[in-house]
């Protein structure tokens, strides 16, 4: 490999770290907020459950009654229709994707984005 290559792998190691250390603070404060909204919609759902009043009422009445998971099952739901999921778990999109590019090289990449040369395999 000659000095020119070995540079162009460090310079896309280091803008792939880049890009995945960057995605980090975001995909986490993404995950509290799915972790708080899906907490909230549990204990919710919970007290909807226990209401003795939910078996004799319509479902629709039962909800009116029931405010706090009536509001917060719409914002789960509009967190996963906006794309939520997708921002959890964006680092390891990208891993992956990258790693499914770099096997035709016969390389690699972990979670963080470091490259991993394989050896070349002997015809």
Not at 71 to 78: A, N, Q, V
Request: charged share 20%.
């Amino acid at each position: 490999m000659s000095l020119e290559q070995t540079e162009d792998l460090k310079a896309f190691e280091r803008r792939l770290t880049e890009v995945i250390s960057q995605l980090q603070p975001a995909t986490g404060r993404w995950r509290l907020v799915l972790i708080v909204v899906s907490v909230c919609t549990a204990t919710g759902a919970w007290n909807w459950l226990l209401d003795p009043e939910t078996s004799h009422v319509s479902f629709f009445q039962s909800l009116l009654n029931h405010p706090f998971f009536t509001i917060t099952c719409i914002i789960l739901l509009g967190l996963f229709l906006c794309g939520i999921h997708k921002r959890v778990v964006a680092p390891s999109i990208i891993a992956s994707r990258c790693r499914m590019v770099l096997a035709d090289y016969n390389m690699s990449c972990d979670d963080t984005g470091k490259l991993i040369l394989k050896p070349r395999p002997t015809a």
